[in-house]
């Protein structure tokens, strides 16, 4: 299974973007695709996941800005992304987990490479 993000890049305060993640492959089961960010010399933090069609979960910094949602078909997760501020930026990376499909059962956590987003004016 291999992520694909796209959609960061530079943007002002208060504007807004878009992030994309696609899961590659399909002999697996997906129990949730989310987002986490990153800036230099702190950990990976939550930013919003999503398991089922109405089962969210929101780090408090984005409550009421970004919004998660999942085309449960295609294994894709987009966070669109409101009223951005600086203290946004970040590298945001697309998260999945799941299993892979039987005989294996393999429990899967995976990663996308990182897209950057900046908020500057």
């Known amino acids: 299974v291999q992520l694909v993000e796209s959609g960061g890049g530079l943007v002002q305060p208060g504007g807004s973007l878009t992030l994309s993640c696609a899961a590659s492959?399909?002999?697996?089961?997906?129990?949730?695709m989310g987002w986490y960010r990153q800036t230099p010399g702190e950990k990976r933090t939550l930013v919003a996941t999503?398991?089922?069609?109405?089962?969210?979960t929101y780090a408090d910094p984005v409550k009421g800005r970004f919004t998660i949602s999942r085309d449960f078909d295609k294994n894709t997760v987009t966070l669109q992304m409101n009223n951005l501020k600086p203290e946004d930026t970040a590298v945001y990376y697309c998260?999945?987990?799941?299993?892979?499909?039987?005989?294996?059962?393999?429990?899967?956590?995976?990663w996308g490479p990182g897209t950057l987003v900046t908020v500057s004016s």
């Open positions: 492959g399909s002999n697996f089961y997906v129990y949730q």
């Open positions: 999503m398991k089922t069609g109405s089962d969210f």
């Open positions: 998260s999945l987990v799941g299993n892979e499909r039987p005989p294996s059962y393999k429990y899967l956590e995976v």
